[in-house]
């Protein structure tokens, strides 16, 4: 168990937590964790994100994944084995 101080950052309080446990866990910067409040307790629990190809994509627009000459070459290379 580790003991940890709440700091102040802005106008924030913060918290850190050690890196042997977010090792342990698997987080990394950006991981999300579900706050909750029981019996008086802070429970802070991972959340598994799931990615859909919707998901991936939202905010960018089609020229960001639109086919250049090299991409294109590729599209309509012939298979040369069991590809298909």
Do not use: F, H, N
Request: a negative charge.
């Amino acid at each position: 168990m580790s003991t940890i101080a709440i700091r102040k950052s802005g106008s924030a309080k913060i918290i850190s937590i050690p890196k042997p446990i977010t090792d342990m866990l698997g987080l990394d910067i950006g991981s999300k964790l579900e706050l909750t409040v029981k019996d008086q307790k802070i429970v802070l629990t991972p959340v598994e994100e799931t990615y859909t190809l919707e998901s991936l994509l939202e905010g960018t627009s089609r020229k960001d994944y639109a086919l250049d000459a090299e991409g294109q070459e590729w599209m309509d290379t012939k298979p040369v084995g069991k590809e298909i």
